[in-house]
């Protein structure tokens, strides 16, 4: 069949051709830039399919309210403003906001009239027993 010299020649052509090959696919290879796994992906490609999909993980928000979160029910079921309860607990209105987002999570609300229905529904209002600064002056 073929001599020892032929059978070199083919396994050199194969073995070259392996190298073209896996140079060609290394070029496309790329790494992700947020679990530096590699990818193949199409030039412009920074993360890799499964960093690129969102993933919808979210954390159970504990449904009971902390003592901040109380403080800024209970300044809400006096009706007043994200301003006024921001200066009230000496913080700022963005931080108000975030504190407001966080109990309509956890309450089920979406806005201010039904916060101040669950509060009084369910909680008899927010109590006295909450003392701080803003609590004082009732």
């Not at 504190?99 to 369910?122: E, Q, S």
Request: proline share 4%; with cysteine; net charge positive.
């Amino acid at each position: 069949m073929f001599s020892t010299g032929t059978r070199v020649k083919i396994g050199e052509l194969k073995w070259s051709f392996k190298l073209v090959t896996t140079i060609i696919e290394f070029g496309q290879l790329r790494n992700c830039f947020r679990c530096g796994r590699e990818f193949r992906g199409d030039s412009g490609k920074r993360v890799c399919a499964n960093c690129a999909t969102p993933k919808d993980i979210k954390r159970p928000l504990n449904p009971t309210l902390s003592f901040r979160e109380k403080q800024v029910v209970h300044l809400i079921c006096k009706a007043m403003l994200n301003k006024e309860i921001a200066y009230e607990l000496h913080l700022t209105e963005g931080t108000v906001k975030e504190y407001l987002n966080r109990i309509f999570r956890k309450v089920g609300a979406t806005n201010r009239t039904d916060l101040a229905v669950w509060a009084i529904t369910t909680q008899g209002g927010v109590p006295m027993a909450v003392d701080g600064p803003a609590m004082m002056e009732n």
